[in-house]
Structures are given as C-alpha cells and as structure tokens.
C-alpha cells in the first residue's frame, strides 16, 4: 500500500493539505499529467470534492488523502444501451475517488451528490468490497 507521502512527479515534492475538512495531496488532485498546477483542473476537483464531501467524511479513514476525484459511468450492456436509452446513462452515473489506501466507486445523481451506497477496492485486493448500500 503507497504512503500517503510518496512522490508522484519528479518535479514536485508531496504536498498535502486539509481542504473542506478532508485531507488532499495538491500535488496530484490539482495538476496536469506533467504536474503543473491548473486553475481549471483545481476549480473541477474543489467542485467534485464539495458535493461528495458528506460521503467522503463518512467513508476516509484516518491518514488516508485524496489523490483524485473523476466523474465515470458504470459499465452498461449492449441491451441496456439499446433498449432503455439516455436515461440508462443518467442512472449509471458515478464518481471514482483515488485515495492513497483504496479506490472508492460512488454511485452520484444527475447533479453530482452522492446516492448513498459505496463500494471500495483497496490496493492489493483482488474484488470489491461494498462498505453499505448497493
């Protein structure tokens, strides 16, 4: 399992911060894939991190940091796709939050909040592990 310290880009040292209460690394959660800081990229995750917050203080363990948080869509299959439509897309939305311990699967509504349920993979693990919910 990776520290919650270790150095992800060459040219940035490790930098966590306390953001809304829950522990981050700035480093990572607001940086390119060269590791420069964007305005853009820190204004995505501020959003992302306040409407999962209420799940996120629940879930987090202590000494565990936010690498990153992405918006995603559960897997559908062909005849889900097909026969129900558009709407499948808006029920199969969720968020991914990358953390130093686990990866954690959000089930969110059409606005980002989040639905309740958690599941979480940990670093190592070979299958998912559901905290509570569905």
């Known amino acids: 399992m990776p520290r919650a ?5 060459e040219t ?9 209460g829950l522990s981050v690394r700035n480093d990572v959660m607001f940086t ?9 990229i ?9 409407k999962l917050k209420p799940a996120l203080q629940r879930v987090l363990v202590p ?3 936010i690498l ?4 995603a869509q559960s897997p559908l299959s062909t005849v889900e796709r097909l026969t129900a439509g558009w709407w499948t897309l808006l029920l199969a939305a969720s968020a991914l939050v990358i953390t130093n311990k686990r990866i954690l699967f959000l089930p ?13 993979l940990q670093w ?10 569905s």
């Open 42 to 50: 820190r204004k995505r995750q501020e959003k992302l991190l306040r």
């Open 32 to 40: 390119n894939d060269k590791g420069e800081e964007k305005a853009r």
């Open 108 to 120: 969110v509504k059409r606005d980002g909040s989040w639905r309740e349920s958690v599941r979480s």
């Open 5 to 9: 310290d270790l150095a992800i880009y």
């Open 68 to 71: 990153l948080i992405a918006r």
């Open 124 to 133: 190592g693990m070979s299958r998912t592990r559901s905290l509570w919910g």
């Open 12 to 20: 940035q040292p490790p930098m966590s911060s306390n953001l809304e």
């Open 63 to 65: 000494e565990e940091s």
